[in-house]
């Protein structure tokens, strides 16, 4: 049966007294948010993040989260998918017109499985898995660039929007809303107001944190410096909204921020309300729209019938890491080796925080290894949906982690690390090999002030063609036990061959 077909089945059948008693799901997800960029996981931190430290102190903080991806985008597929980017053989992220989306349509989504469950489903901010726009000819351009946004036919709809794989709504940009090409907001699967002209980002600050400041074709009225303030205020309406139409269904918002991103431009209100610099005011702004959020919840009614979930797509961005150090004295990637695109810890060791009043244990902190392609299963689970073999493939369920029913053994034997040129990595347990040389990732033979030859490391074992650490004893990776421990990297290579070959991780559940 047809999944659209099937939602829409369900919800006539579905008594909405049992739709009701549902817990609604928000997820914010912030963009190369570093481990070490929250206080609340950094005492020494110089950036004070009050409402995510207040967000921690009403749940669970985990110490042991990872992004599925050390990018973007592979990331956010993962999210959405519960399966491992790398199986769609794509290498790379999409920028402007880059497409067609990664999620197949006869996929089933974390939005399209609350669909199901009788949810109402929203998006709001940046989508970055991939859009299809066509040219005046009808002819799908699926390319990234700036000469590929200059053919978009802007009055054709955009058949692979959010809308068409399991949001009822969305607004939202394409890719990265001050970096990429198209700098225009998408409503439903329409952009209403079409970029006019090419903006010259001449005239923006000029300071460490400009990296990734590409011209584009911009629509009028888009401002580069209050996307994420546009982004918050569609979901404060979304919330208000719900609560006045149809309060007695339960909601998934997912809301996806252009903070931290490069370039660091934080909007009018929160310049200078660091002693950090820009990228500690854009942090500081991140904060804040969590905390217009949480208060927006509250103020509908909201809040102690939602799970709230907070997490970073990867770890903190080279040139933010590099400048902090230098000039604040503050470490986004703390304590951890690597930032951004590498298979070391700093480049996917994220936060993650889970509030739910009266499931969660407040002030709580969890060392339970998990991922975020396992938020799907672990909603799967809250929504009793029962999902498909064909669905959510490396996707585990930490609700009894969560409600405090499992502490010790861990919900998931292996987990499995990707990089942007698809570089794997793989842990169980302690144990984390690498099948690569290097970082995977970010270069670091790149000398000068902004190069990371500076913290490059010393190799203890320059001739093995991969890396093999014990988190437990060198939390750091900088002891590569490859030639001491061949036992283990058998068996972890064995294990990562076997979990490309089977088209999962995660068990076969019927």
Known sequence: MNKRIYSLFFLLSFPAFLVAKLPNVVFILADDLGYGDVACYNSASRIPTPNIDRLAREGMLFTDAH?????????????LTGRMAFRTGMRGVFTGAGGPCMIEKERLTLGGMFQVKGYVTALFGKWHVGMTFHDKAGKAINQNGLSAVKRI???????DAPIHRGFDHFFGTVCCPTTDWLYAFIDGDRIPVPPTHIVDRGPLPKHPYSRDNRPGMIAPGFDLEEVDVTFMNKSIQFLKDHAKKSPERPFFLLHSTQAVHLPSFPGAAFKGKTKSGPHGDFIFELDYLVGELMQALEKNGFAENTLVMFSSD?????????????????DGARPWRGVKRDNWEGGHRVPFIARWP????PGSTSSQTICLTDVMATCAEIVK??????????????????????NEQSIREY??????SLAMAIRKGPWKYLDHKGSGGSNYNRDGEWGLKQYALPEKAPAAPGQLYNLETDPGETDNLYFKRPEIVNELKAKLEEFKKNGRSALRRR
Do not use: W
């Not at 992004?67 to 999210?79: A, D």
């Not at 009266?358 to 244990?361: D, E, F, L, P, R």
């Open 415 to 420: 987990t499995l690390h990707q990089t942007i």
């Open 385 to 406: 949906a029962e999902l498909p073999n064909d669905a959510a493939e490396d996707s585990f369920n930490f609700l009894p982690v969560l409600l405090g029913e499992q």
């Open 314 to 330: 990867n770890g903190p961005e080279v040139p933010t890491v590099i400048n902090m150090r230098k000039t604040h004295k503050h």
């Open 153 to 159: 036919d802007y009055s054709r709809p955009i058949p």
């Open 67 to 79: 992004s599925p991806s050390t990018v973007c985008t592979p990331t956010r597929y993962s999210l």
């Open 358 to 361: 009266g499931k969660v244990k």
